[in-house]
T-cell receptor
Framework: EADIYQTPRYLVIGTGKKITLECSQT?????MYWYQQDPGMELHLIHY???????EKGDLSSESTVSRIRTEHFPLTLESARPSHTSQYLC???????????FGSGTRLTVV | GNSVTQMEGPVTLSEEAFLTINCTYT??????LFWYVQYPGEGLQLLLK?????DKGSNKGFEATYRKETTSFHLEKGSVQVSDSAVYFC?????????????FGSGTRLQVQP
């Protein structure tokens, strides 16, 4: 079974802390994506990558950063968490750009 | 740019009722169309897809037909179950601002009561 893993599932953290949300996939997909999902359910693309050492900002401006050093790994980092970063973060991957996405289970982040 | 418009929810139905969730789109070229489902506390799962006009995608009793003339991809199910309660997202894949991207609608929450 093809899988994409996100850890942690839930995270509550204090303002100003640095955090990294992990995302790994076992499918060998070159394309990976980070979405932020607001409480109203809408999905916003915040970062994407089309391969190792390739990262781009998405449609929604985000203070987070990403890296892609290995094909299977696409972590997202917040250097200084704020309450406005409270959201659900979904990672996805695909073999073909913009088609056939597989999503992880998400990380629900709460910054207090 | 590309866009997807879904009917607002929540949609509340009794078990065994007929379901329709409307979806219309705006896109350049010839997009592929998708329905994703998100169960509580989970990520999105692909429910069905259609890659060209008049194609019908189907899965788990759900169906949607790619209607190019009306730019629509409505989701239907003949008899819903409590286990179908989830959020449903319509999406399209097409070229937008120089790259192929997946564009999502805002989601429709379905609540099925026993």
């Amino acid at each position: 079974e093809a899988d994409i893993y996100q850890t942690p599932r839930y995270l509550v953290i204090g303002t100003g802390k640095k955090i990294t949300l992990e995302c790994s996939q076992t499918m060998g997909h070159d394309k990976m994506y980070w979405y932020q999902q607001d409480p109203g359910m809408e999905l916003h693309l915040i970062h994407y990558s089309y391969g190792v050492n390739s990262t781009e900002k998405g449609d929604l401006s985000s203070e987070s950063t990403v890296s892609r050093i290995r094909t299977e790994h696409f972590p997202l980092t917040l250097e200084s968490a704020r309450p406005s970063h409270t959201s659900q973060y979904l990672c996805a991957s695909s073999e073909i750009q913009g088609f056939g996405y597989t999503f992880g289970s998400g990380t629900r982040l709460t910054v207090v | 740019g590309n866009s997807v418009t879904q009917m607002e929810g929540p949609v509340t139905l009794s078990e065994e009722a007929f379901l329709t969730i409307n979806c219309t789109y705006t896109a350049t070229g010839y997009p592929s169309l998708f329905w994703y489902v998100q169960y509580p506390g989970e990520g999105l799962q692909l429910l069905l897809k259609a890659t060209k006009a008049d194609d019908k995608g189907s899965n788990k009793g759900f169906e949607a037909t790619y209607r190019k003339e009306t730019t629509s991809f409505h989701l239907e199910k003949g008899s819903v179950q409590v286990s179908d309660s989830a959020v449903y997202f319509c999406a399209l894949s097409s070229m937008d601002t120089g790259r192929r991207a997946l564009t999502f609608g805002s989601g429709t929450r379905l609540q099925v009561q026993p």
